[in-house]
């Protein structure tokens, strides 16, 4: 099982990785999407989806870790 589970993640890399722009494109949208959430809950008090922010947090520690492996196999 982890043997799938490793492919799906290797696939996801990939298809991130064969887009020229795609992987800035989500990194910076996802820390984007977090400010503009922060912003507008402390300063309106309006609070969006919390699974939402949820999933874009997570999304956007995956893509940071995604950079971090690609910034080390390069050194």
């Known amino acids: 099982?982890?043997?799938?589970n490793d492919?799906?993640?290797d696939k996801l890399e990939?298809?991130?990785?064969?887009?020229?722009?795609?992987?800035?494109v989500l990194y910076f949208g996802s820390l984007a999407w977090i400010a503009y959430s922060?912003?507008?809950q402390i300063y309106f008090g309006y609070e969006y989806n919390d699974?939402?922010?949820t999933l874009f947090f997570?999304?956007?520690?995956?893509?940071t870790y995604?950079?971090?492996k690609n910034y080390?196999?390069?050194?």
């Open 51 to 53: 699974l939402f922010d």
């Open 38 to 40: 922060i912003y507008t």
């Open 14 to 24: 990939k298809l991130i990785y064969s887009v020229k722009y795609l992987p800035s």
């Open 1 to 4: 099982m982890k043997k799938q």
């Open 66 to 68: 995604l950079a971090t």
């Open 7 to 9: 492919d799906n993640k």
């Open 58 to 63: 997570f999304w956007f520690l995956y893509i």
């Open 72 to 75: 080390k196999k390069k050194n």
